[in-house]
């Protein structure tokens, strides 16, 4: 078994799971902006970790920690055997997706549609947790389809605090509509009710509540670092790394390294860049390109920076001088 022994920095700001998007190759373009910030993985279904190549979905770069592997999932034995592989590879902490709204995830029984089985998950929470010694924590909404009142969380939070001995509730402050809304529309339509997250805290003063949804600015982190422990940004992370992540440690950790900016950063990614293709296991600057697109927001030029970085013929060559070519037309 894993033994957890290094000392982790508190959940203040985590960058969410987000399927697609969250791959060792951003989060590593994260940890270099924000040193102590938890990433999350991708979501891995158990399925695709007890059958399939392991280590395509598990490898990370060893500058990632504290890094938490998300699963989806909702049979016990499954989610406990994926505990015990999240912990031997390394991960830091192991995550239940009880928010998932898509159609192929409901089919599977796991995602939001779990937050109507709470007996399930708090099982499969306890299973994990009795496995492993990293901490399992759990990624839920407010409710289901029209289930309005706070109770339906608060109920929810209760029940697995007590069967489960869970501690980390990450909470997106919507509910999820099973039906009718696109995975997309699930994280636009239904009305974020970032009140009932506090309600969590203060009827649970000994849980760790973290929020997510909508968070835009770190000014809002702020304010909501007031009633909760922490905050979960998703896409304002992916789409403007730089401004949303670069305060995050001397703001809210107290760490005043200097601050990471792209001129400091482009060598850095590209020497990274030059290593992950040179390994020969497949990976092209295009993998790892695309999410360096969010890198100039809100800086001059930061279109031909996005152009040159999503040029395919460019991309194909394969060639991580191209970071420095597009940081140049940047003039950084
Ligand atoms: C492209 C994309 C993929 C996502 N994939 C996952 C996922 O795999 N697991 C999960 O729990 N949430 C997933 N989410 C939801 C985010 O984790 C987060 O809860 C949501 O985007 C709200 O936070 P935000 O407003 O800060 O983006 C995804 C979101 C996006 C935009």
């Known amino acids: 078994m894993h033994m957890s022994n290094k000392s982790l920095p508190a959940r203040t700001l985590s960058v969410a799971p987000m399927l ?7 989060r590593h373009m994260a940890r270099q902006i924000s040193h102590h910030a938890w990433l999350y993985t991708e979501m891995v279904t158990t399925g695709a970790l007890i059958h399939g190549n392991r280590g395509c979905f598990l490898d990370f770069n060893e500058c990632e920690h504290p890094v938490a592997l998300q699963l989806g999932g909702s049979d016990t034995a499954d989610l406990a055997q994926c505990a015990v592989i999240a912990a031997e590879w390394g991960y830091d902490e192991v995550n239940l997706n009880c ?3 898509s159609e192929r995830v409901q089919k599977g029984a796991f995602g939001a549609c ?3 089985e709470v007996d399930l998950v708090a099982d499969g929470l306890k299973a994990m947790q009795d496995v492993v010694d990293i901490d399992v924590t759990v990624k839920h909404r407010i409710g289901v389809d029209k289930q309005e009142e706070y109770a ?12 489960a001995a869970c501690k980390t509730f990450i909470v997106h402050a919507r509910n999820a509509w099973l039906q009718g809304l696109s995975p997309k529309e699930n994280r636009e339509i239904p009305p974020l009710k ?7 805290k203060r009827d649970f003063p000994h849980l760790e509540i973290i929020l997510n949804g909508g968070v835009t600015d770190n000014d809002q982190v702020a304010e909501h670092l007031q009633y909760v422990d922490g905050v979960m940004v998703g896409r304002s992370a992916y789409h403007q790394p730089l401004t949303m992540m670069g305060e995050w440690d001397a703001r809210f950790y107290g760490d005043a390294h200097a601050a990471m900016t792209l001129s400091k950063l482009v060598p850095v990614l590209q020497t990274y860049a030059e290593a992950q293709i040179q390994a020969g296991k497949g990976t092209q600057l295009r993998h790892m390109a695309r999410h ?3 890198l100039s927001h809100g800086m001059g030029g930061a279109r031909q920076w996005r152009r040159t970085l999503s040029d395919a013929k460019l991309l194909a060559q394969s060639d991580a001088g191209l970071l420095a070519q597009a940081a140049q037309a940047l003039g950084v």
């Open 99 to 101: 928010g998932c709204p």
């Open 194 to 200: 970032y009140e009932y997250v506090y309600q969590l």
């Open 152 to 163: 339906v969380v608060r109920d929810f939070v209760g029940t697995i605090a007590e069967k």
């Open 20 to 26: 697609d998007w969250t791959d060792r190759h951003y």
């Open 114 to 116: 779990l937050m109507n």
């Open 292 to 294: 360096y697109l969010g």
